[in-house]
Structure formats: C-alpha cells, structure tokens
C-alpha cells in the first residue's frame, strides 16, 4: 500500500518538530550608499573575517556617475543578525529586507524520501543477484537506474537545503557616486569668431539665394499677375475718361 509523502511506511503520523529542531533558512538584502568604495571593501573583509563569514560572489561596476559593488555573503546563522547590524555602519543606509523560509517539513519529506529510495534500491540489487533469464536482469537493472536518479535527485536537494540552512545569506550592494565629467568649454579668439561670423553671413545669404531660385515660378506667377492687373487697372481708366 503506498503511503503519502513524510509519513512513515507504518502509518504512524509524526509528531511537530519542537522550536530547536526546526529549519530556517535566513537571508537579507542589504543596499548602502558609500563615501568611499575602496575603504569599503577593505571594511568588509575585516567585518567576514570577525564574524566567521566568507564571500561566495562578488562583482564590480563602474559606470558614468556610480561605482557599485555587489556580494553575497555567507554566514553561521548565529552571526546573521549581529553582521547584518554591523553593515549599517558603512554608509548610508538605502535599503534592507530580511525573509525567512521555514523548510522543517520539506526536509523531513526529502530525508523519509531518501530512506525509502536506498531501501528499494538494496532489495532491486538483491534480486539482481538471484534473477537468471536476461529480460529479468534488464527489467531490474532499468529499475535500479531510476531509483537511483531518484535518490541522486533527493540528495541534491538535501544539500542544497543543508547549505542554505547551516549558512544564512546576505546579498549586499554598496555603492560610491562618482561627479559627472564636464567637458570644457573652449576659449574662442576674436579671429575665430570672426571667421565663424562671415561663414554663418555666408550661409544665410546662399540659403537666400537657393530659397529664391526654388520659388521661381511663383515669383514668375506674380510678376504675370501684377502686370495682369496694371494692364486691366489702365483699359479701365481710360473707358472712364471716354465715357460722356
């Protein structure tokens, strides 16, 4: 009869595990305005050494108006709190959140999972020994190798539990504004702003120019136009003068 995950192939219902026997995961995420960056950095190694710390990441970026550093930081949960107070003397503080992950019950599940796994697997190469036809031996040979991605699956979760667990994380960002570089603005002699004169007057007169020969035909339909009109302006004046 199969049973379900983190009960026991007895059928008995574990009990809750007490405050001590409980696992945490802790982890923050800390940002700090620096004055100094390279100071800093020199801090932070004295602080991970004090405090039985190790840096498992760490990169570097520099960028136009900032200098910033990141790292993630491991630590013995016992030393959790007490490092994380220490960083707030480094600078300015920006940010800071802290999480935890209660994985008690995930844990036990994968640890029952595990036992269960190896049990199967010992009673699969126990039969392998005594199977005599070639499919048997197949048939369980292809069980042993699932059962045992299985347990290699299951154990690495419980490492990686296990490591979050036994060290807390702190993902740290530090980082020092840099001022902007201003470029200089150039001295310009009377001869150069001469020169720069003559050739902007010399622009605006060609753009003139150009504007004009482009607009030709316009200039051509009101030159038509307006001797249209002196020309029917005069017819008129003299049928006035005609008339009694």
């Known amino acids: ?12 219902v574990p009990t809750a595990a007490p405050a001590s026997a409980r696992k945490i995961i802790y982890h923050a995420e800390v940002r700090v305005k620096v004055d100094d960056l390279v100071k800093t950095n020199a801090r932070m190694d004295s602080l991970t050494r004090a405090y039985g710390a190790y840096i498992s990441d760490a990169s570097e970026e520099r960028q136009e108006g900032q200098w910033e550093h990141q790292m993630k930081i491991r630590v013995l949960p016992g030393q959790f709190q007490q490092l994380l107070n220490s960083l707030n003397g480094l600078g300015t503080l920006q940010s800071k959140t802290l999480g935890t992950d ?11 999972r595990l036992r269960t796994k190896r049990a199967v697997e010992q009673r699969y190469v126990a039969l392998l020994s005594q199977a005599k036809k070639i499919a048997d031996i197949l048939a369980i040979e ?9 347990i290699e699956s299951t154990e690495s979760r419980l490492k990686t539990l296990n490591d979050h667990i ?4 702190i993902s740290l960002t530090y980082f020092q504004t840099l001022p902007l570089n201003q470029p200089e603005t150039p001295i310009l002699s009377f001869a150069s702003r001469f020169t720069q004169a003559f050739y902007n007057g010399w622009e605006l007169l060609t753009g003139l120019v150009l504007a004009i020969v482009t607009a030709w035909p316009l200039l051509l339909l009101g030159a038509l136009g307006l001797v249209a009109f002196r020309t029917w302006r005069r017819r008129r004046r003299t049928q006035l003068e005609v008339e009694p």
Do not use: C, F, L, N
Request: glycine share 12%.
């Open 1 to 12: 009869m199969a049973t379900q995950p983190g009960i026991p192939a007895d059928g008995s």
């Open 102 to 112: 209660d994985v008690t019950a995930e844990h036990a599940d994968k640890s029952a």
């Open 142 to 150: 292809e069980k042993i190798g699932e059962v045992r991605e299985e």
């Open 166 to 169: 036994g060290y807390s994380t």
